[in-house]
């Protein structure tokens, strides 16, 4: 069962982004970033948290909303996605972007966009099995999502 995280939920999603995080090699940002972030991110109206996997939660999708100008409608962005260990290949990823995509169409959005390293098989599958694509039909080749890190000051 996937449902939204509830601010009282605010330990189960911190201890599974931060699952996320050292799943990807990383130590930083420190717990107390991910403690005094997420209670931000289940108040936000542009922000929803599904959980799922039972009790307590074993997997997690972080969905941002912002308005497009090419869409006149939402854009839905799942920033995160994340299964513990125990519950992979159980179905439970799979789940959480088809209630992503569901939650996304019931708020309005025209899109749901993601990124993922190519180098995950696995989430490359789940992705182009329910439909997401990288080719652009326009231009006639695959988009990239691409990023410039900013020095952090002080």
């Known amino acids: 069962?996937?449902?939204l995280a509830r601010p009282e939920d605010a330990d189960d999603v911190v201890r599974l982004l931060i699952g996320f995080r050292d799943w990807w090699g990383r130590d930083d940002p420190p717990e107390e970033a991910w403690r005094r972030g997420v209670p931000r991110l289940l108040a936000d109206d542009l922000t929803d948290?599904?959980?799922?996997?039972?009790?307590?939660?074993?997997?997690?999708?972080?969905?941002?909303?912002?308005?497009?100008l090419w869409w006149d409608a939402l854009d839905c962005n799942l920033e995160d996605l994340?299964?513990?260990?125990?519950?992979?290949?159980?179905?439970?990823?799979?789940?959480?972007?088809?209630?992503?995509?569901?939650?996304?169409?019931?708020?309005?959005?025209?899109?749901?966009?993601?990124?993922?390293?190519?180098?995950?098989?696995?989430?490359v599958a789940l992705y182009e099995k329910l439909g997401?694509?990288?080719?652009?039909?326009?231009?006639?080749?695959?988009?990239?999502?691409?990023?410039?890190?900013?020095?952090?000051?002080g």
């Open 1 to 3: 069962m996937i449902r």
């Open 82 to 123: 994340f299964v513990e260990e125990s519950a992979r290949r159980t179905g439970l990823g799979e789940e959480l972007v088809v209630a992503a995509i569901e939650r996304a169409a019931a708020r309005g959005c025209a899109r749901v966009e993601l990124d993922v390293n190519e180098s995950n098989a696995a989430a």
């Open 49 to 68: 948290v599904l959980l799922g996997g039972g009790d307590p939660p074993t997997g997690v999708a972080v969905l941002r909303y912002r308005h497009s």
């Open 132 to 153: 997401f694509t990288s080719f652009s039909s326009e231009l006639g080749g695959h988009n990239r999502f691409m990023r410039h890190y900013i020095e952090r000051r």
